[in-house]
């Protein structure tokens, strides 16, 4: 399974949900993200999901524009 793919879990325990558009700097495509350990959901920019950790509960990035 590809990590932009809904359903994909990196190894951090961040699940992909949905595709929401172009990034606000419009190189990168981003992701619905959800943590599997508190239920968080945020933005992550395609490139980033497969090291991407929950900015709620494993003191991740904030959530991509």
Known sequence: ???TE???INVNGQQT???VGKS???YANLYKMACTQ???EYNA???DIHIR???KCQKG???SQ
Do not use: A, D, T
Request: net charge positive; with cysteine.
């Open 24 to 26: 606000s700097h419009g």
């Open 53 to 55: 950790k929950c900015p």
């Open 45 to 47: 920019n395609g490139c």
């Open 17 to 19: 949900i949905e595709l």
């Open 38 to 40: 508190c239920g968080h």
């Open 6 to 8: 809904p359903g994909h």
């Open 1 to 3: 399974m590809k990590r």
């Open 61 to 63: 990035k904030p959530s």
